[in-house]
């Protein structure tokens, strides 16, 4: 099996660690920076690396889009023609409902795109990040859609799990954007907020702990990348933004009536809720 | 030098098994369970525990307070004059002012009271989550008080880097307060607040990677102790969720008015200041 990885950078570098580490033996990268590619031929992730869609694409049994969100309807629109035919195309897009909603009118019949979400990554940019570690364990969600074929659809799940991912699961497009505005649009949303909510000037670092410094590492984030995942799931992430609103107001009403019978019971259920989710 | 640890919790625990890596030769345990006790002895970490507070202090050239915040004064009170004369007292609790001004009336006047706060802590209570671990590398606060000597204060920084503190910060009680409401209070509330707003009956587990982890690590919490802390800082919380909803706020407005110039500057000055933090 040929596979295309489209765009190396940390999260398509990693891929291409990955499937180097799994032992897959024909691996490709397409990226527009000559730099990125000579590196990860010398890396030996790339069997051979190109700029130019055209030469490697209608080669790939399987191409990976690592590439932002905005820029695959882009690319799918650019290479529509590229595509070996009953190939399949993946990509790695944290947000997916504006994506499946467009992909009726970008792709041609005889190719099958399967779109997925692989829950992990790092906050920092460029194939000089890649790492195969941070699959491990980690969680993989495909979104399937009408007209995705089964082994198409398994063929990426097994993938995932042969790269060191622990679960696939399986959820509707829709379904997987409310989820991950919650699970991950939401925490960096708060990262951002707590650290720009700090009083410039101080020597805050010498007064932290480990919460601090935990609620805080995502907080050094992609602007580019997630301000534009931010917008496409807008929607999702101001619902899930109310919904935190209430119960930080419930803990301020607390402390301003001096009730801590009701902040007993807000940390007795997020303590059942934290170890319940250690046990899934 | 002869070290009585009071309350051999998890806190208590650690500092016992610390300074008995340190080589400290002669520490004692005081406990009301006599179940903590007995482990504590098996554990090698106290040559002789009591119940009794009469039974020990008046041999402690040290005694560091190990105890829960509003147990501190009564235990003070209690102990008023078992306390060896020109001994020093520290304790942990993680708000200082309440404990501070209520010093005064507290103690005999030949006893040196030096307040302390390690930053370091585990989610679990009790002797068996008990680390030496938990101390390297942290950061150690003092908050001396008028007529604290400074031979003494010296000697709780000294201890603290001797157990792998990183680095001991004197800072005025007012000022602790209030860093750390922004830095331990208010993260702990955004991560009770995070997982507290999760829709109960989904699978979340199955759609999260680090940050959402990372973000609610602390939402199992110590109820008890927390709400304690919560409410005898609760105005110098309660300004520090004030500038965070404001942080929030400029999110959410970005996001109504799809306006992505705004969120590239938040998560602009997030990763400027995540970075410089981790340089500090």
Known sequence: MNIVIVGLGVI?????????????????????????????????????GSCRGEDLLPRADLTILA???????????EHRN???????????TGVKMPLVAALDHLLPEDVDFVPGHPMAGREKKGIDYASAKVFKGANYLLT????????????????AISLGFQRVRRITPADHDEMIAFTSQLPHALAVALINSDQPGRETGQFIGDSYRDLTRIANINGELWSELFLENRHA??????????????IRQALLEEDQE???ACFKESSRRREALDAQ
């Open 12 to 48: 398509g570098g990693s891929f291409g660690l990955a499937l180097k580490e799994a032992g897959y033996p024909s691996v490709f990268g397409l990226d527009c920076c000559q730099d990125t590619l000579d590196k990860a031929l010398a890396m030996g992730i790339i069997l051979e």
């Open 144 to 159: 399937p859609i009408p007209g995705n074929k089964e082994e198409n659809i398994q063929k990426i799940a097994d993938l």
């Open 262 to 264: 009701t902040l007993l």
């Open 237 to 250: 992430l101001l619902a899930v933004i109310e919904s935190f609103d209430q119960e930080l107001e419930k």
């Open 82 to 92: 590229h595509f070996k035919p009953g190939s399949v195309i993946t990509d790695v």
């Open 67 to 77: 590439i932002y969100p905005q820029d695959v309807k882009r690319f799918l629109l």
